[in-house]
């Protein structure tokens, strides 16, 4: 009976080949895209850019979204504001489609006292609020650390079968150019 032997040798594994500009690159297109953001939100509206922005999320993900108040909204905002607003907003409706389930969101902007509210509610399962782990995601500190830079204060409302709703309060005169 002959046996045969086999000797396993060690196969080297190589790791992918560092770039090592990537932290130029990616400071490059990060900046690059921060100041595309910045001309392309400069000659418009913040209502215009949500109209865009909504209804580019409907057609990605057929929740059907509605804005209310939008020409109601102190004039003219910053950029500085509108982009963060808009990053907000944008953070927000990644939420909703990915947790969700909702069949449609509310954005509603109003003003009243010096106070801007921007308010975005979805029809979708809804959290426990007490559940830490649904708000303490890198997502949601983002638009808490946005509303705090224009002078504000986001909250979140949510229950179990009701919906979430985020609300924004900040004061008008950080929002105005």
């Known amino acids: ?3 045969s032997v086999v000797v396993l040798q060690p196969v080297e594994r190589s790791s992918p080949p560092v770039r090592k500009d990537f932290p130029q690159r990616s400071r490059a297109t990060t900046v690059h895209d921060q100041r595309w953001l910045a001309r392309e939100l400069h000659d ?36 500085y504001a509108t982009i963060n607003l808009c990053r907000i907003v ?17 954005v ?9 509210r921007l308010c975005i509610r979805d029809d979708g399962r809804g959290r ?4 830490a782990s649904a708000w303490l995601g890198l997502g ?9 830079l224009l002078g504000g204060e986001l909250q979140i409302e949510s229950a179990i079968g009701i919906g979430t709703t985020i609300v ?6 950080n ?3």
Do not use: C, Q
């Not at 944008?90 to 509310?106: K, P, T």
């Not at 509603?108 to 801007?116: E, F, P, R, Y």
């Not at 426990?128 to 559940?131: A, E, H, N, T, Y």
């Open 1 to 3: 009976m002959s046996r």
């Open 44 to 79: 418009r509206t913040l209502d215009t850019w949500l109209t865009d922005v909504m209804d580019r999320f409907h057609g990605e993900s057929g929740i059907e979204t509605v804005i209310s108040g939008a020409d109601t909204w102190p004039l003219p905002l910053s950029t």
């Open 90 to 106: 944008e953070e927000a409706l990644h939420n909703v489609r990915l947790y969700s389930g909702a069949r449609e969101v509310l």
């Open 108 to 116: 509603t902007l109003s003003h009243d006292n010096g106070i801007a």
């Open 128 to 131: 426990r609020i007490d559940d």
């Open 140 to 148: 949601t500190l983002g638009m808490k650390e946005r509303a705090m």
């Open 168 to 173: 924004v309060t900040l004061p008008v005169g």
């Open 175 to 177: 929002l105005t150019s």
